[in-house]
């Protein structure tokens, strides 16, 4: 007798890990039963009943923190700690709008496009509220700018066809962004204004 995991389409496509990790970042089974030719019955069946909560985690924990930022580091003010925090989100933002695009899922794309729009809006009363005109904090105006997320996500969308050349320009944005969260946690000069 087989085991349910053997009978179950899901667990036996080849592109399981690709799949539990998208239903771990929470992309919606419709979309993926379309992109991997599965049934959303055999999807539903599956994340009830083969990705248990710790897998979950444990997937997502494994996925590449984008944004992460060493708080521990901070001894800057209050305002630039949750500036780091909103920078290290919208890291991860940016990572499952790549993970939204990539597996076609309007819904979960449009959700975190506007959780990325309050992120920009929050951030940008915020460097407009602080009054140390640090280069650091400067430079990443640019990366909070409305423009740059919707150049970012038309770059992506145009590269779909050709995956090497998406995964390579991803690759260098992913740095660009992690810099920038990174650049935050460095000391900023108090006081140096420009
Ligand atoms: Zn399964």
Do not use: F
Request: proline share 3%; aromatic share 2%.
């Amino acid at each position: 007798m087989k085991t349910d995991a053997n009978r179950c389409k899901t667990c036996a496509h080849r592109e399981r890990a690709a799949i539990d990790l998208a239903l771990a970042r929470g992309v919606s089974v419709r979309a993926l039963a379309t992109r991997y030719d599965l049934t959303v019955h055999s999807l539903y069946r599956h994340s009830g009943n083969h990705l248990p909560a710790q897998l979950r985690a444990k997937l997502l924990s494994a996925a590449p923190d984008l944004g992460s930022v060493d708080l521990d580091a901070l001894r800057e003010t209050e305002s630039q700690s949750l500036l780091a925090h909103l920078v290290a989100i919208r890291g991860r933002l940016l990572g499952s709008l790549d993970v939204a695009e990539e597996h076609g899922d309007g819904g979960m794309l449009a959700r975190i496009a506007s959780q990325l729009h309050e992120n920009l809006s929050l951030t940008g009363r915020l460097v407009g509220s602080l009054s140390t005109g640090s280069t650091t904090i400067t430079n990443n105006v640019l990366l909070t700018a409305p423009a740059y997320i919707t150049m970012r996500v038309e770059l992506v969308r145009a590269l779909k066809p050709y995956p090497e050349a998406a995964q390579a320009v991803a690759s260098v944005l992913h740095t660009i962004e992690h810099d920038a969260a990174g650049s935050i946690t460095a000391k900023a000069p108090i006081g140096a204004a420009a």
